[in-house]
């Protein structure tokens, strides 16, 4: 971040100041000032001068102005992905026509004189959202004339363009909006644009509930129509949402409902206890998913990484339903396993990988059972060990293939940084923190 300094921005602030407190006057030419500023304008103004012609003495001179948008504040409107935005437009360019001797008026080498009596340059918004005219959006439409002819205009405008929709890292997604001016009419030959960078007009403006803006680009291109240059000015801001409740309230049930899927496949296939909690698992997916659709913004054409998610963990979730099902009639068969089974269960059991992954025992709620159950339980049929040993095994594969699908989803789908999609950023600030000391 780069700030700028005093000197760069002196002269827009006394504009500014100046216009405030400054009575601009009508001029008659027929009548003479009482005053030197009357006296100046009648000078600059009653004469041969024409507020339509550019202000140059040869024609075959384009005019050169320079163009410096400061923001001072903005809305970012997720309904219509547009910025709504308040900005003084600075510009400046040199009159030909407006230039005077100081000592001829008591030394008064600037003069404030209204955007109405002098050539202003035609500079408009074309990606506005609205169809709105320059001189309605802005307000302060006066001009600081200097003696050597430059003059300096700060009018504070309201803007609105459009934005890019991207919702894909959503909760921490950025938008760019793009805002092109040039002028209507006049071409390169005639008029042409200048700009050094896009600016905020202090650390206030980017002070917002939700949206911050991160970086302020400018880009000069030239259009070509019927062989004829249109020189047009591209700024380009990009806008990071900051949202702690979006985070806490949605990675939370996240990382909830990761542990409770695979808490289940630690729990007996046949046990109450996992049937209830699949039964959780599943209200709370399709209420979450429910929920965030109703919370992430509609348009565009993007899916946010994060119920994509919710997706692949639905499907988990139903994979899982199937897999505890399966697993109870499984362990329920009391018939010879086929050979296939017996030999694989067999052959784990004795293999040392084997039987580190069927090391761990299931978690369930201790019952005491009777001498009558013991008794059963000590007589099961050698089939009936193989039937749940083969269950066991399948719940220990599930696991593994659950949580693997589980990093790698949440590595794709859930953003836990701003990503920079935009090139390099690039932010200027207007200090005013020193602006008392001129």
């Not at 001072?72 to 230039?99: G, H, P, Q, R, V």
């Not at 109870?328 to 296939?340: Q, Y």
Request: with cysteine.
């Amino acid at each position: 971040m780069q700030i700028l300094s005093l000197s760069s921005i002196v002269s827009i602030f006394i504009v500014v100041s100046f216009c405030q407190i400054c009575y601009v006057e009508s001029i008659d030419c027929d009548k003479e000032p009482y005053h030197e500023v009357g006296r100046l304008k009648k000078f600059l103004l009653c004469g041969s001068y024409d507020a339509n012609q550019r202000p140059v003495k040869d024609m075959k001179f384009a005019v050169n102005v320079s163009v410096l948008p400061i923001l001072m504040s903005f809305e970012y409107d997720e309904s219509t992905n547009s910025i709504n935005a308040n900005m003084l437009l600075t510009t400046e360019w040199l009159d030909e026509n407006l230039k005077w001797d100081p000592k001829d008026y008591n030394n008064q080498s600037t003069v404030a004189i209204s955007s109405e009596q002098i050539w202003t340059p035609d500079f408009q918004l074309y990606s506005s959202t609205v169809k709105f005219d320059t001189k309605q959006s802005c307000t302060n439409l006066r001009c600081l004339v200097k003696s050597d002819g430059s003059v300096l205009a700060v009018p504070s405008c309201d803007f609105s363009a459009r934005c890019e929709a991207d919702y894909t890292d959503w909760p921490l997604d950025t938008q760019r909006c793009r805002m092109l001016f040039g002028a209507w009419m006049e071409h390169a030959g005639e008029v042409d644009y200048h700009t050094r960078f896009a600016c905020l007009g202090s650390e206030q403006s980017n002070l917002h509930t939700q949206w911050r803006v991160v970086s302020a680009k400018k880009i000069k291109k030239e259009v070509s129509y019927n062989n004829v240059t249109y020189p047009t000015l591209m700024y380009d801001y990009v806008l990071e949402r900051h949202s702690g409740i979006h985070l806490a309230g949605i990675l939370t049930p996240i990382i909830l409902l990761i542990m409770m899927n695979l808490f289940l496949t630690w729990l007996k296939t046949d046990s109450l206890e996992r049937k209830l909690l699949l039964a959780v698992s599943i209200v709370c997916h399709f209420y979450f998913l429910v929920f965030i659709q109703w919370t992430v913004p509609k348009n565009g054409d993007t899916v946010p990484g994060i119920l994509l998610f919710y997706r692949t963990s639905i499907i988990i979730t139903g994979i899982l339903l199937i897999h505890t099902l399966l697993g109870s009639v499984i362990k329920g068969r009391r018939n010879p396993p086929p050979s296939l089974i017996a030999l694989l269960a067999g052959t784990i059991h004795k293999n040392k990988i084997g039987e580190l992954v069927l090391a761990g025992e299931y978690m369930e709620v201790e019952y005491k059972k009777s001498e009558i159950q013991q008794a059963e339980n000590s007589e099961l049929a050698e089939h009936q060990k193989t039937w749940s040993s083969f269950s066991r095994i399948m719940d220990r594969v599930m696991f593994l293939l659950y949580l693997v699908t589980y990093v790698i989803s949440f590595a794709m789908y859930i953003p836990l940084k701003y990503a920079s999609r935009f090139g390099e950023y690039e932010l200027h600030v207007l200090d005013y923190k020193d602006i008392n000391h001129f």
